[in-house]
C-alpha cells in the first residue's frame, strides 16, 4: 500500500513565524512531490512542486526533498493570516498522484 | 495557464437518482483524468483514474458499477453516481494531467448532496 503520511496538526504559528510542513511517503519509486494548499470547501490549489533533491524556492514558499529519506517538507516564512489553510502533500508514483491527510495551518494574528 | 471546469458546483438529488459529474480541460489535452473523493475534514482519496479512450481503473473498496467514469475524448471525463445514497454525499473534484506530462490541475469540485 503506498502510503503519504502527514502530520494532521493543528499546527499554530503567530503571524510573521515560519511555519514547517513535513510529509513522509512509502515508496521508493516515488517521482514527483507536490504541496497544495486546500481552504474549506474548496478545490486544491497547487503551491509548488519538486522533483529533485534538494530545496526549490518561490517566494515564501521552500520545498525541500530527502529521497533517501523519502520526506519532504513546505517552510513558509513570514507566515501570514491568509496562509491558515490545510495543506496537502501529493505524491505520484507512474500515472497515480496520492495525498497526505493533510495538516491544518492557523496564522495567528 | 491550464484550467479545468468542473460542473456542477453543487448538486442536491433524491435517493435512488443518478447523478453526472463533467469535467472539462479547457486549454489542454488531458491523457489521464483523475477521480477523487473528500468527505469533510478528511484528505482526498483517489477513486478511480482514466484514460482517454480507455476502462477507468478504480481503486480497491470503489464500486465500479456505482461510479461510471466515462473519458471519450482528451477534454472531457465524466463521472456518474448512480443510484445515489445519502452515504455518497461528497466533494467529488476532479484533477487532469496535461498530455505534455506538466502537473497536475484541479477542477473546482462538486458537492454532492443526497437526501
Known amino acids: 500500500q503506498k502510503e503519504v503520511e502527514q502530520n494532521s496538526g493543528p499546527l499554530s504559528v503567530p503571524e510573521g513565524a515560519i511555519a514547517s510542513l513535513n510529509c513522509t511517503y512509502s515508496?521508493?519509486?516515488?517521482?514527483?512531490f507536490f504541496w497544495y494548499r486546500q481552504y474549506s470547501g474548496k478545490s486544491p490549489e497547487l503551491i509548488m512542486f519538486?522533483?529533485?533533491?534538494g530545496d526549490k524556492e518561490d517566494g515564501r514558499f521552500t520545498a525541500q526533498l530527502n529521497k533517501a529519506s523519502q520526506y519532504v517538507s513546505l517552510l513558509i516564512r513570514d507566515s501570514q493570516p491568509s496562509d491558515s489553510a490545510t495543506y496537502l502533500c501529493a505524491v505520484t508514483w507512474n500515472n497515480d498522484m496520492r495525498f497526505g491527510a493533510g495538516t491544518r495551518l492557523t496564522v495567528k494574528p | 495557464g491550464a484550467v479545468v471546469s468542473q460542473h456542477p458546483s453543487r448538486v442536491i438529488c433524491k435517493s435512488g437518482t443518478s447523478v453526472k459529474i463533467e469535467c472539462r480541460s479547457l486549454d489542454f489535452q488531458a491523457t489521464t483524468m483523475f477521480w477523487y473523493r473528500q468527505f469533510p475534514k478528511q484528505s482526498l482519496m483517489l477513486m478511480a483514474t482514466s484514460n482517454e479512450g480507455s476502462k477507468a481503473t478504480y481503486e480497491q473498496g470503489v464500486e465500479k458499477d456505482k461510479f461510471l467514469i466515462n473519458h471519450a475524448s482528451l477534454t472531457l471525463s465524466t463521472l456518474t453516481v448512480t443510484s445515489a445514497h445519502p452515504e455518497d454525499s461528497s466533494f467529488y473534484i476532479c484533477?487532469?494531467?496535461?498530455?505534455?506530462?506538466?502537473?497536475?490541475?484541479f477542477g473546482s469540485g462538486t458537492r454532492l448532496t443526497v437526501v
Open positions: 515508496d521508493r519509486g516515488s517521482q514527483s
Open positions: 484533477s487532469a494531467r496535461d498530455r505534455r506530462g506538466y502537473g497536475y490541475t
Open positions: 519538486i522533483y529533485s533533491n
